[in-house]
């Protein structure tokens, strides 16, 4: 089954600098990579999705990168802001049938005023 | 906008106890999940359903089972509560395997 990993585990940036998260999966039939924002107490929400036709998509200041020669996706927050502070998750799944999504093990993102 | 509900925001159990979370969602959604929250392990994948009295395994479906009798509940079932089940449950549905998932609040299940 499908593998993801997921570093750093904690990152703590500036306001107003760029934080990067990074996820490495196993399965090369995967192609749906989104990004999940868990904000503390609340539940885990969307913020973006990248599918394998596409080596970039931006969405104002998070973008998501894919390189699906070397398995591996990452997320990029420009310009943090206090209200970013919260657990981040990427996923992986294929994009056919009844398939399921595989999660990384979060990253608790700091965003230091 | 897509609501899932699950019944109870805690829950105390005690070990050995049967015990049932319920989730409801209300978008004709085919596809539904129960996750397990721990901190360092992020979501991991019980048990999940892409139609009516269909279920799959996930990847730790050890001590759970599930009930999908109405496309809009999906039930999950701890036959005998362990304290090693203490945990954050996320119930979740989408339109398919890859479409964006909507969350419940989660029950905070504690076993004693």
């Known amino acids: 089954g499908e593998n993801v990993e997921q570093h750093p585990s904690t990152l703590s940036v500036q306001e107003g600098d760029s934080a990067v998260i990074k996820c490495t999966y196993s399965d090369s039939a995967s192609n749906y990579f989104p990004w999940y924002k868990q904000e503390l107490g609340k539940r885990p929400q969307l913020i973006i999705d990248i599918r394998s036709n596409v080596g970039e998509k931006k969405d104002q200041r998070i973008a998501v990168t894919l390189n699906k020669t070397a398995k591996h996706f990452s997320l990029h927050i420009t310009e943090t802001q206090p209200e970013d502070s919260a657990v981040y998750f990427c996923a992986a799944s294929r994009d056919f049938g009844n398939e399921k999504l595989t999660f990384g093990t979060g990253t608790r993102l700091t965003i230091i005023p | 906008d897509v609501k899932v509900t699950q019944s109870s925001r805690y829950l105390v159990k005690r070990t050995g106890e049967k015990v049932f979370l319920e989730c409801v969602q209300d978008m004709d959604h085919e596809n539904m999940f129960w996750y397990r929250q721990d901190p360092g392990l992020g979501l991991r994948l019980i048990y999940f359903?892409?139609?009516?009295?269909?279920?799959e395994k996930g990847d730790i479906p050890e001590g759970y089972s599930v009930s999908r009798e109405k496309k809009e509940r999906f039930s999950l079932i701890l036959e005998s509560a362990s304290t090693n089940q203490t945990s954050m449950y996320l119930c979740a549905s989408a339109w398919t395997g890859s479409s964006p998932l909507h969350f419940g609040n989660g029950t905070r299940l504690t076993v004693t």
């Open positions: 359903s892409y139609d009516v009295k269909m279920k």
